[in-house]
């Protein structure tokens, strides 16, 4: 895409005119930007190392949008199956923490239920054989649902349960620009949310750390530390920072308020997160 729309201000840029703002006002303007055929959320990426020109693009496009074959929008892949079986269940979510990880077991404890799965793909046990009441899901296949179909878990009554504590899947799972300081107070400071997001870009603080933006809200950043630096470096195959633009995340961790009221969350496993 050559040019987009700002919503920040109701412009239309070009690649050539975006790239030439000032740091400070294009860091923030690159959080809001959007197709300016179907408004689809979009993104701008800065020139590579590896000598990539800059380019806006939007991940997806919506429907017959002109630029959406222009583009490789290899996002939602072949969710038919997978979409039906969630929006048509009422079985408990198990999250799998496992894929993509180094970890050989892993179990989730769901009331009085323990169940796990090792890494060669067998089957669930249970200690009370009642784990065929529940649907066993990857991070990145639900975050591709929640891409293809924004408000998926809207009005879901499944249940996940996370840290011993059990949420409703449509209060678990919030896109990032509904995260507002009126959100952040009706909630308890100890629950968890799986915050999904378009990232805008991210930016380094040092040689360990980085802050991850997202797109449509500038109130809201995701802190990747020393603890998951070098594990989300290799796991998400990142040569540098700007690849990460026009990706997409979803980070299951506590929110986070600071002095200047930008809310946050610094993900403590890398487990917990995946980035499509």
């Not at 590896?50 to 429907?63: K, N, T, V």
């Amino acid at each position: 895409m050559d040019i987009i729309k700002c919503t920040l201000d109701d412009k239309i840029y070009k690649v050539s005119d975006f790239e030439q703002l000032e740091e400070s006002d294009l860091a923030k303007k690159r959080r809001f930007l959007e197709c300016n055929k179907c408004g689809g959320m979009g993104f701008f990426r800065k020139a590579s190392k590896s000598g990539q020109g800059a380019c806006f693009g939007a991940r997806p496009h919506l429907d017959n949008c002109d630029f959406s074959s222009h583009e490789n929008d290899n996002i939602n892949g072949d969710l038919t199956k997978e979409y039906k079986e969630l929006i048509n269940s009422d079985k408990e979510i198990v999250l799998d923490f496992e894929y993509g990880t180094v970890k050989n077991q892993h179990v989730v404890e769901i009331e009085n239920n323990a169940i796990s799965k090792n890494n060669n793909g067998g089957k669930y046990s249970s200690q009370n054989g009642t784990a065929e009441s529940s649907i066993y899901r990857r991070l990145s296949t639900l975050l591709r649902n929640l891409v293809y179909q924004e408000d998926f878990f809207k009005d879901s009554k499944q249940r996940i349960t996370f840290n011993k504590y059990t949420y409703h899947a449509g209060n678990f799972f919030i896109q990032a620009s509904y995260i507002t300081q009126d959100y952040f107070q009706k909630i308890n400071e100890r629950s968890y949310r799986a915050v999904w997001s378009m990232i805008s870009h991210a930016n380094s603080t040092d040689e360990k750390t980085f802050w991850i933006n997202t797109g449509g809200n500038n109130k809201f950043s995701i802190l990747i530390d020393n603890q998951v630096h070098d594990d989300f470096i290799e796991r998400f195959k990142v040569n540098e920072l700007e690849d990460l633009s026009g990706k997409y995340i979803l980070v299951i961790s506590q929110l986070k308020n600071s002095s200047n009221n930008k809310i946050y969350s610094i993900p403590k496993d890398i487990s917990y997160i995946t980035v499509i």
